[in-house]
């Protein structure tokens, strides 16, 4: 063929040399992998967390159950939480909205985080600034994050927020009313999100002490609730507050058609189906 | 140095007015996104209910316009077709175009652009958007690899004995970029739909079909973008930039894409709309109805205008032989993709997520109106855009069979596509 000689790269040699990156690409990838940090930190980091089934019944799994038929809507929560994690008013990681029964009937709906097991963020996370601890809780990792915000469009329940402004100096409105800050403030171009008082958990195995039972390492909209309408505790452990409840009452997560496995337990009020 | 200058723009007065213009469009781009490193994304538009506006359905665009480059690479230098290197060249440099024009926005639009390289470092093989990234890096490099060599040909860079080299040796790779990034493309442009695709969440995205929608359109739009960039500045420069039959054949390829997605969309419509039921769906496209032009533009817009009459303007031969109908055309076609990107963007954010148990309306509709400064910055896209093109096109050796006549009728178009087919052949044989 005249084609030949005037072709630079004719199409089996192409096919050769496709096939001599390949197995070079392999040869070099496969001794490399266990070598890289960034490879190894991938498979350390993510593969045992962030799917369904996590069945290591020895940690425990943080969860929460809140009685909607108990909350008066005070907003107690809301405001403590502001307080501890240092969030704005236009930031809140803790919602309420007062919602209807088909019945016609108000109740008070509040949402912290729901630390899905099968968390829709953690997956689009393009660079693993998010992802689900060994004991259920869903974090940010701050100094990660690039502030894409693809997080925010997967989460189904509106639970993160964006630092679209950098924070002044302003002193929190709810302080020293309703607590003081104990985290550092985010800084701009971040996502962030409730923690479940993530600070708190971190110091209860060295103090000695249960999250959910001790105040001083649990949530901090928990400890606050006037009606007891939020409970704290480990899912994994049957004598905790929550794992009875849950195995005694019926209780509804929100919108678990997804498949998200929320840790967030809600008792619904009368009026209400599951 | 000056005095080249000035003779430059006394010679071609016009030209150099244009070049002004885009100039000073870059320049509102630059300062745009200079303001908006500086201030952050407060002075956009944007808000937590809807995190991605303009900026996203322009870097969307601008990759999807960029699909002549693989196509037209894949045609010439795997499938053999050599004489289509006429206009892969100009597809090419569209394609590296479109891709950093991207890029600057994906940069702007980030919280925290000074951590730009986190997706080369920390991976996430599970997210879409991980893959996109790192997808469109490496394919920006082919594109680079492909437009160097163009570019050290046309200008006095190839005296120096190493560019000379350089360039002959990546000239020689070509087969290899083109087989790269056809698969790096037919990747990327299709997650592009998946990004939204895969969010179950939100029921106007989720949609299996998304991802090839997105392809299908990316193909028969950047086509149609080569195109017409091809033909305008052929009638600007009073050359005949590709022969008539390439023009032709690439219409046709353009006009059968466009089928092709059309085919798609319309079932992918009737499946998830028209023959199905799903409550979640079928409340938010009401909220869609009631409060925005969706319904209006995703019909008129991206069907109609945007693929049909696209699709028979390139396929009927009578209209294919006309240039003003052939731009016309690709005009439409681009215009499609745009809204479609557009759209696909704002929808979904529009309508709120229902996440309380309650049947109480909580979750209001979301607006959103892009703000000055999200305006600036696509101005700077747009502006670099045609800057770079208007300099490659006067400066660079685009289009290797370019012959100094105008081609102006239709009959001319004809009479060039007998003799170039009657050139080839012998040249095959």
């Known amino acids: 063929m005249d084609d030949s000689k005037t072709t630079l790269v004719t199409r089996r040699e192409l096919l050769q040399i496709m096939l001599g990156a390949g197995i070079s690409v392999g040869a070099a990838v496969v001794p490399a992998e266990p070598l890289s940090p960034i490879i190894r930190g991938y498979f350390e980091r993510l593969e045992p967390e962030g799917t369904i089934g996590r069945d290591s019944r020895d940690q425990p799994h943080w969860g929460m159950v809140i009685d909607l038929g108990k909350c008066i809507g005070c907003e107690y929560c809301v405001y403590a939480c502001q307080a501890t994690n240092d969030v704005p008013d236009d930031m809140r990681w803790n919602v309420h909205l007062v919602d209807e029964t088909p019945t016609g009937d108000i109740f008070h709906m509040t949402r912290p985080c729901l630390h899905c097991q099968n968390a829709p963020c953690v997956k689009v996370c393009p660079v693993q600034a998010t992802y689900v601890r060994d004991d259920g809780l869903v974090i940010m990792d701050y100094d990660r994050c690039i502030g894409c915000r693809y997080c925010q469009a997967a989460c189904p329940y509106d639970a993160r927020v964006f630092n679209w402004d950098s924070r002044g100096d302003e002193t929190l409105p709810y302080v020293p009313e309703w607590g003081a800050p104990e985290v550092e403030r985010r800084a701009r171009g971040v996502v962030e999100k409730c923690t479940f008082c993530i600070h708190r958990i971190d110091e209860a195995a060295e103090r000695g002490l249960t999250p959910g039972i001790d105040t001083d390492v649990t949530p901090a909209c928990v400890n606050v609730c006037p009606v007891e309408a939020r409970y704290f505790g480990d899912l994994n452990d049957p004598s905790s507050p929550v794992a009875q409840i849950i195995s005694s009452t019926p209780t509804l997560r929100l919108r678990n058609d997804l498949g998200t496995e929320a840790s967030v337990y809600y008792i619904p009020p009368r009026g209400l189906a599951i | 140095m000056i005095s080249t200058v000035r003779d430059f723009v006394r010679n071609s007065p016009a030209y150099s007015a244009w070049?002004?213009?885009?100039?000073?469009?870059?320049?509102?781009?630059?300062?745009?996104?200079?303001?908006?490193?500086?201030?952050?994304?407060?002075?956009?538009?944007?808000?937590?209910?809807?995190?991605?506006?303009?900026?996203?359905?322009?870097?969307?665009?601008?990759?999807?316009?960029?699909?002549?480059?693989?196509?037209?690479?894949?045609?010439?230098?795997?499938?053999?077709?050599?004489?289509?290197?006429?206009?892969?060249?100009?597809?090419?440099?569209?394609?590296?175009?479109?891709?950093?024009?991207?890029?600057?926005?994906?940069?702007?639009?980030?919280?925290?652009?000074?951590?730009?390289?986190?997706?080369?470092?920390?991976?996430n093989v599970h997210s879409v958007l991980w893959e996109i990234t790192i997808c469109v890096v490496f394919y920006s490099m082919v594109l680079m690899m492909e437009v160097i060599p163009i570019v050290i040909e046309s200008t006095a860079l190839k005296r120096n004995r190493f560019l000379h080299w350089l360039a002959g040796f990546l000239h020689r790779l070509m087969p290899i970029a083109a087989l790269f990034g056809m698969g790096l493309s037919l990747l990327h442009q299709s997650s592009l739909g998946a990004t939204y695709g895969v969010l179950t969440a939100r029921p106007v995205w989720y949609s299996p079909s998304a991802p090839v929608l997105f392809i299908l359109n990316a193909v028969a739009s950047g086509i149609s973008l080569t195109l017409i960039v091809t033909l305008i500045t052929s009638s600007f420069m009073k050359r005949r930039l590709v022969p008539g039959d390439i023009i032709n054949n690439i219409a046709k390829l353009a006009g059968i894409a466009s089928l092709a997605y059309l085919y798609l969309k319309l079932w992918s419509w009737a499946a998830t709309n028209y023959y199905s039921h799903s409550p979640a769906l079928e409340r938010d496209l009401?909220?869609?109805?009631?409060?925005?032009?969706?319904?209006?533009?995703?019909?008129?817009?991206?069907?109609?205008?945007?693929?049909?009459?696209?699709?028979?303007?390139?396929?009927?031969?009578?209209?294919?032989?006309?240039?003003?109908?052939?731009?016309?055309?690709?005009?439409?076609?681009?215009?499609?993709?745009?809204?479609?990107?557009?759209?696909?963007?704002?929808?979904?954010?529009?309508?709120?997520?229902?996440?309380?148990?309650?049947?109480?309306?909580?979750?209001?509709?979301?607006?959103?109106?892009?703000?000055?400064?999200?305006?600036?910055?696509?101005?700077?896209?747009?502006?670099?855009?045609?800057?770079?093109?208007?300099?490659?096109?006067?400066?660079?050796?685009?289009?290797?069979?370019?012959?100094?006549?105008?081609?102006?009728?239709?009959?001319?178009?004809?009479?060039?596509?007998?003799?170039?087919?009657?050139?080839?052949?012998?040249?095959?044989?």
């Open chain 2, 19 to 123: 070049v002004l213009l885009l100039a000073a469009m870059f320049g509102v781009g630059v300062y745009s996104v200079i303001y908006v490193l500086i201030n952050g994304l407060a002075p956009t538009s944007l808000s937590d209910n809807l995190v991605w506006g303009l900026w996203i359905a322009v870097d969307l665009s601008a990759i999807g316009l960029g699909a002549g480059a693989f196509t037209l690479s894949a045609a010439v230098y795997l499938l053999g077709m050599k004489r289509y290197e006429s206009i892969a060249r100009a597809a090419v440099l569209i394609g590296l175009l479109g891709y950093t024009a991207a890029m600057i926005a994906l940069f702007v639009d980030i919280g925290r652009p000074d951590r730009f390289y986190h997706p080369l470092i920390y991976w």
């Open chain 2, 286 to 429: 009401e909220l869609l109805r009631e409060n925005t032009p969706y319904g209006f533009t995703f019909w008129w817009f991206e069907v109609l205008l945007g693929a049909l009459v696209p699709a028979v303007i390139f396929l009927w031969p009578r209209t294919r032989r006309n240039r003003y109908a052939l731009i016309l055309a690709g005009v439409l076609s681009v215009m499609g993709l745009i809204v479609y990107r557009w759209n696909m963007t704002l929808s979904g954010f529009t309508v709120g997520l229902d996440w309380s148990p309650g049947v109480a309306e909580l979750f209001p509709v979301n607006t959103y109106s892009p703000s000055l400064v999200e305006w600036g910055v696509v101005v700077g896209i747009v502006g670099y855009w045609l800057l770079a093109w208007s300099l490659a096109a006067r400066f660079l050796r685009l289009y290797p069979h370019a012959k100094d006549e105008p081609e102006s009728s239709a009959a001319e178009a004809v009479e060039t596509h007998a003799a170039d087919s009657g050139e080839a052949r012998p040249a095959q044989a």
